[in-house]
C-alpha cells in the first residue's frame, strides 16, 4: 500500500466529529417546514388506499398522454406501463422515486462506500434523496445553508454559475488558492484562523463549495493526500463541504476518491447529476450526505419545486435496472472514452498551433482545458475577436470572483468534432497573435 493511501487509511480511522448542523444551517434551513398540503396526499402517493376526497392531482380521464415507449442506443424497447404512465401524469413523492433512489444507494456503496455507511455505528444515517439536477441542487443547498453577508470557501477559480447563484443569496465567495491537486490547505487553514482579526464583522465560514473531479473551468481532479488535508481544516473549523460532482463519471481512467469516501463525520453534501452521461434535458440528479440536511432539502422541494420531474425519474430507472450496475459502469466508461479521445485531438491542436502563446496539462477527464495566455493580462478581449472569427471560448473572467480580468481560457472539448476543433484552434492562435502584435505597436499589455 502506497503512503499516499495510508494517510487516508489513517485518517479514515478517526473518531467522529459530528458537525453542528443545526448551528450551521441557515436561518431559512432553520425555519423550513413541510408542504402541509403535500404530506396531507404522502399516502395516497406511497400506495396507501383511501377514496381520494383531499387532493389536487389532476383525473387521469382527460390526460392526453397514455402510452409512452422509447428506444435505446442497443435497441431494446423500453414501455411504461398504465400505472407509470398514469404516475408520470400525475405528482410525484418530494424526495423522488423509492426504486430510482435504491439503485443510486446501491451505486454509492459500490463506487464511494461512505464512513456513514460503512461504520454501523455512526450517529447520522446517510440520505440520498432525487434533484432537479445540480444547478437546483446547489440553490437549494445555499437556501438551506446560507444567510445574506455569509462567506462561501471555493477554489480559486470556480463553475461560474455558482458565483452568480451567490449574488443572488448577497452571500461572498471567499477563492482560495488551487493548484492541479485542489484547494492549498494550509492557505485554507490560514484564511480560517485568521479570519476573527480580518474579517472582525462577519461570521467565518461554514461552507465550502467545492468541483474536486475534473473541475469546471480548470479540468483539475484533486489528489486524494489533498482531500484529507482539506478536510481536516473543513472538521477543525466545523465546514459543511458541498462537493459538485458534475464530471466524475467522465474521469478519463481509474476514477479519483471523493469527498464522500473519506467522509468520516458526515460533513459532506454530494451533488450528481444525470446530465452529461443520460442526457442534460431530463432535468434530473441526486443529492446524498447526511440526513438532517438532505432532510431539509427535501423539505425546501417540496416548498420550492414539488418535486422531480417523474417521467424522467421512470424512464432513468428503467435505463439503469435494465443496464444493472455493471453495464452502468462500462456505459460510463464509454462515455469517457468519448471525451479523452476528443481531448487528446484538442491537446495535439494546441501542440500545434499554440505552443510559445500558450500553456495548459491535459486534464483528468470532463470537458474542459484551462490555457494560461502568455502576455495577455484580459482575455475577455480574446474570447471577442475569437467570437467575430466564428469560434466560440470562454474568458477566465467567468470563472472568479468579482469577475475579475484574467490571463485565462477555457476551451470546451465536449461538442466539436475533429476537423472543427484543428480548424477552431488555428483560429483562436491567429486572434492571439494579432491581439500581440497590436499590444507591441501600442506598447499596452
Ligand atoms: C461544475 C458544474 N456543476 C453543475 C453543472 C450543472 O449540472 P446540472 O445539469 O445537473 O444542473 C455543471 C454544468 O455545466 C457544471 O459544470
Known amino acids: 500500500m502506497s503512503s ?31 408542504n402541509k398540503l403535500r404530506s396531507a396526499g404522502k399516502q395516497y402517493l406511497t400506495g396507501g388506499k383511501s377514496i381520494m376526497l383531499s387532493g389536487g392531482l389532476p383525473n387521469q380521464k382527460p390526460l392526453p398522454i397514455k402510452k409512452i415507449q422509447f428506444t435505446m442506443s442497443d435497441g431494446h424497447e423500453i414501455s411504461l406501463s398504465d ?26 456503496k459500490l463506487e464511494h462506500k461512505p464512513p456513514q455507511l460503512t461504520r454501523k455505528d455512526h450517529p447520522e444515517p446517510f440520505a440520498l434523496t432525487i434533484t432537479n439536477g445540480i444547478t437546483d441542487g446547489i440553490r437549494t443547498c445555499f437556501h438551506i445553508l446560507l444567510d445574506e453577508g455569509d462567506s462561501v470557501l471555493m477554489e480559486r477559480e470556480t463553475y461560474s454559475n455558482t458565483l452568480t447563484l451567490l449574488q443572488l443569496f448577497a452571500a461572498s465567495p471567499v477563492a482560495v488558492n488551487t493548484d492541479e491537486d485542489g484547494i492549498n490547505a494550509k492557505d485554507l487553514e490560514a484564511i480560517m484562523s485568521s479570519w476573527p482579526e480580518v474579517h472582525p464583522h462577519s461570521k467565518r465560514p461554514r461552507v465550502m463549495y467545492i468541483t474536486p473531479a475534473c473541475s469546471n473551468p480548470t479540468g483539475y481532479t484533486w489528489s486524494e493526500q489533498n482531500m484529507v488535508n482539506v478536510y481536516k481544516v473543513c472538521r477543525k473549523y466545523d465546514v459543511i463541504i458541498i462537493e459538485d460532482s458534475a464530471y466524475y463519471f467522465l474521469q478519463f481512467g481509474e476514477r479519483q476518491r471523493t469527498f464522500q469516501s473519506i467522509d468520516v463525520d458526515g460533513r459532506v453534501i454530494r451533488l450528481d447529476t444525470f446530465s452529461k452521461t443520460i442526457g442534460a434535458g431530463y432535468r434530473l440528479g441526486w443529492i446524498s ?17 414539488a418535486h422531480p420531474c417523474v417521467l424522467s425519474q421512470i424512464m432513468i430507472n428503467h435505463i439503469l435496472q435494465y443496464w444493472g450496475y455493471e453495464t452502468f459502469n462500462k456505459q460510463m466508461i464509454y462515455t469517457s472514452e468519448i471525451y479523452r479521445n476528443n481531448a487528446e485531438i484538442l491537446a495535439s491542436a494546441l501542440d500545434k498551433y499554440l505552443t510559445g502563446l500558450a500553456t495548459w496539462s491535459f486534464p483528468r477527464g470532463g470537458m474542459f482545458m484551462w490555457l494560461k495566455i502568455n502576455d495577455i493580462a484580459d482575455t475577455s478581449v480574446i474570447m471577442r475577436e475569437a467570437s467575430q472569427a466564428g469560434v466560440s471560448l470562454i474568458s477566465g473572467d467567468f470563472f472568479v470572483p ?8 477555457r476551451l470546451s472539448f465536449s461538442m466539436a468534432d475533429m476537423e472543427d476543433i484543428e480548424q477552431g484552434i488555428k483560429i483562436f492562435a491567429d486572434v492571439i497573435k494579432a491581439k500581440k502584435k497590436e499590444c507591441l505597436c501600442n506598447g499596452t499589455q
Open 4 to 34: 499516499k493511501s495510508n494517510a487516508v487509511e489513517d485518517h479514515l480511522q478517526s473518531a467522529v466529529h459530528l458537525p453542528n448542523y443545526w448551528e450551521i444551517l441557515s436561518k431559512a434551513g432553520k425555519r423550513i417546514t413541510d
Open 83 to 108: 400505472k407509470e404512465v398514469a404516475h408520470a401524469n400525475s405528482y410525484g413523492l418530494s424526495e423522488g422515486i423509492t426504486e430510482l433512489r435504491d439503485w443510486l444507494l446501491g451505486l454509492h
Open 289 to 305: 450526505g447526511p440526513s438532517t440536511l438532505t432532510d431539509r432539502y427535501v423539505l425546501s422541494m417540496s416548498q420550492y419545486t
Open 402 to 409: 468579482e469577475f475579475k480580468p484574467t490571463c485565462y481560457i
